[in-house]
């Protein structure tokens, strides 16, 4: 299924763009886009034209033209979404926010940050580091995926399963409406019944509904990671039994539970000239990748092994390999984060992503992988994941493309009765659009519209991603 952005209602002619310039600096042609990195989608830079406002004042200045002329924007973080969220369109403008990364500000008694959306994620996590504490969030982009992105997006990661998503990282926000007014709802505290949760209602929505331009964010204990292991199982519900039995032992000293099923590891592996028989995992149809955090006692990986051993000797454990070094940790690591070599090994990858209660987990992938394997020949299909919260990443890779409807007919249907989610931490995007209007309620995607044409009405804002239809 080929999507493309709603097309906007103003072209931008020279006038325009001297009036944009004028506002927020040199706008950046399509010559000059080509030193950026586009990222995954191939429209990311379809506008032509982009600006990357210096300040916030700016930004308001930029959108309040932009809402005055009709002109539609784009907002740009990272480029590291994978729902096609910050493809556009020519005669859009592109507004990035990579200059928008002057401040972080941690609080280490409150253990709060507060920082400029265009901060990347890795810089907020070193200097949360230096007050030995850590902002409860981390994935593979991190080097390049922005703060505001990641809370446009709400994204996810490895520690959700106990910290939570991206919105449940956020204490208040500060962000710019379509026509340029600033909202400041940058509270630092946990307790805030001050109306309506404006923050939780930004957070995820995609650029649809304003633009991030400051945060503050929960900050954790910072802990040295103790032990990493790699574990084997024959099934998914063994595989769930250690997990489990692994956040019962450990508890918020658990830092990561992944699940990657074999044709995966084993095809991340052979990319890097290895192979899981070479490090020590045999048999195991279902690998489970464990890391847990530093004691007080500075006894974590004594615990882990003792722990380890026990499993061994009930019978809950036939594989496993704990890493020795941190050679071997990262690439226990690898296994698990570099999915982007699939793109090597196939002409055609599709990625999707969907949140299974637990308590289906088994019965659901054992319904649609063989599906899966069905609709092409040869296909490849690599499922990975957080475990612990349910959440899957299904790569399928295809010689000869196919529709994205088709694989969408076999992994939706039946998530939402389950209690599960079509999209877990991408998004909705352009990719998910029929899928939103498909699998949520009628009542639902009314309510959502009508937030969306209240601080939008002119449909200015990321046209085209979430709904199929804006208003105007």
Not at 372 to 384: H, S
Request: hydrophobic share 45%; charged share 20%.
């Amino acid at each position: 299924m080929t999507q493309t952005s709603a097309q906007p209602s103003a072209p931008l002619d020279d006038a325009t763009l001297a009036r944009i310039e004028a506002i927020a600096g040199p706008v950046l042609r399509e010559e000059k886009l080509r030193d950026w990195d586009p990222g995954y989608h191939a429209d990311n830079f379809a506008a032509g034209a982009a600006v990357s406002p210096r300040s916030v004042d700016e930004l308001c200045a930029l959108l309040a033209l932009c809402h005055a002329e009709r002109i539609a924007v784009v907002t740009h973080g990272g480029r590291t979404g994978l729902v096609g969220g910050t493809a556009s369109a020519p005669g859009s403008l592109i507004v990035s926010t990579r200059r928008l990364n002057g401040g972080i500000e941690i609080d280490p008694v409150g253990r709060v940050a507060i920082a400029d959306a265009g901060v990347t994620l890795e810089a907020l996590q070193q200097a949360a580091a230096e007050h030995g504490l850590s902002p409860g969030i981390d994935l593979p982009s991190r080097g390049s995926a922005t703060l505001g992105g990641l809370a446009a997006t709400n994204a996810g990661g490895i520690e959700a399963f106990r910290f939570g998503t991206m919105r449940d990282r956020l204490l208040g926000c500060e962000f710019v409406r379509a026509d340029g007014t600033l909202v400041s709802d940058l509270a630092r505290v946990l307790k805030n019944n001050t109306g309506y949760g404006l923050t939780d209602l930004i957070a995820g929505s995609e650029g649809t509904l304003g633009i991030i331009t400051r945060l503050a964010i929960r900050l954790e204990p910072l802990r040295p990671v103790a032990a990493t292991a790699l574990f084997a199982f024959a099934t998914i519900e063994e595989t769930l039994a250690v997990a489990r039995n692994l956040r019962d032992r450990f508890g918020d000293r658990l830092r990561a539970v992944e699940i990657l099923w074999r044709e995966y590891a084993e095809t991340i592996a052979a990319q890097h000239g290895q192979s899981l028989e070479a490090i020590g995992i045999g048999e195991g149809a279902f690998l489970l990748l464990a890391e847990t955090e530093e004691t007080p006692e500075g006894d974590g990986q004594d615990k882990f092994l003792s722990h380890l051993e026990a499993l061994f000797e009930e019978g809950l454990v036939s594989e496993a390999v704990l890493a020795q070094n941190n050679s071997q940790r990262d690439f226990f690591w690898i296994l698990r984060e570099d999915a982007d070599v699939l793109f090597r090994v196939w002409p055609h990858v599709h990625s999707f992503d969907v949140s299974v209660p637990l308590a289906n987990l088994g019965a659901y992938a054992g319904d649609i992988e063989p599906k899966l394997k069905q609709l092409a020949d040869p296909v490849g299909v690599y499922i990975f994941g957080h475990l612990a919260d349910g959440n899957l990443h299904v790569m399928l890779g295809l010689n000869d493309d196919l529709p994205h409807e088709a694989m969408e007919a076999i992994l939706y249907p039946g998530l939402t009765e389950m209690g599960g989610a079509f999209s877990a931490e991408h998004g909705i995007g352009l990719e998910k659009r029929e899928a939103f209007a498909l699998y949520n309620s009628a009542a639902k995607h009314e309510t959502m519209a009508a937030i969306k044409a209240a601080l939008d009405p002119r449909g200015i804002l990321n046209p085209g991603k979430i709904f199929s239809a804006e208003p105007h």
